[in-house]
């Protein structure tokens, strides 16, 4: 069998083989075998790229950024990262979460459809309806805690990302707000009262809050927990870290602006894409790839490159060994700023 044939497992050959055996391991980035096994609480069950506890450990950030972050701790106030793919936005908030013993990190995916009440909280009023329904039918009433009775509202109601990062606690939580520039164009003006006042009304439990005990409901939250929610309001004491990244698709208004420090990340050197690629796949294949960062880093001084681009080209020329390296290595790191 020639080298060719030995790195390809589909060959086109159109008669059934067991090529798959001599599948490889998956990159640890999109290894979804450990999803049985207890998350450690370090986020090493999060498969995306940044969001490893080693990568976060080993991040190294410059000068200007370490002010940034530091600035942004000292004011509370929220630290908007903005730069190209691949620059490590979302890196910084897991590597200030890891150092500063804050747990995981609570991160938001923004889409074009996102709504704030998307981060602050979900009321499913369907499901109630159906349970009550259902203890209606089955002779037992809402009485005791049943789904109808007003002490079992909170567990219908599920806080986002943002809103457990307002739950009342000694120590902030970290927020990562990712891709905010792919929102629709009210979110970043719909934040504003939120990020500056850092509390929001949950309208659900405050009709009811003179029928509940205390005053007080039990809500499920963002990591899967419950919390403690009085008064039908949520307010911190302690303000989140919260970390808004963009890759710089559209401009943010003045009034988000003027609340949040901002950090333009420049593109990575090569200490700190060798440094990503160690943290992900080994001090051997960084040694290894050195050709390849050098490679990446003349390229994307006239190309717009992602970092994964890289790790995945590296990855695979590392592990599989296939011939034809240079050329393989062009066909995954393709420009993203072609002409379509």
Known sequence: MTESSEWLIYRGAGEPHDGMNRLPPPPPWRDFSGRDTPDDGDGSQDRRLGAHRHLAELHRPGAE?????????????????????????????????????????????IVSRSTLQDGLYHYDAIARLQDVQIAAQGGYGAAGGGPGATEAVGSYIRLGPLGTALLPADTPRVLLIDELDKSDIDLPNDLLNVLEEGEFAIPELQRIVDRLPDGAADVLTADGTKAEVRDGRVRCRAFPFVVLTSNGEREFPAPLLRRCIHLELGRPDHARLATFVRAHLGEEAARAGDDLINS?????????????????????????????????????????????
């Open 65 to 109: 950024e370490l002010e940034m972050i530091n600035a942004a701790l000292y004011l509370r106030r929220p630290l908007l990262v903005t730069g190209s793919p691949g620059t490590g936005k979302s890196t910084l908030a897991h590597s200030v979460a890891y150092e500063l013993g804050l747990g995981d990190v609570l991160r938001w995916n």
């Open 296 to 340: 990446f880093l003349e390229r994307s001084r006239s190309e717009l490159l992602a970092t994964d681009q890289l790790l995945n080209a590296i990855y695979l020329t590392d592990s599989a060994a296939p011939p034809g390296r240079d050329r393989l290595a062009d066909l995954l790191i393709q420009r993203l700023d072609r002409p379509r």
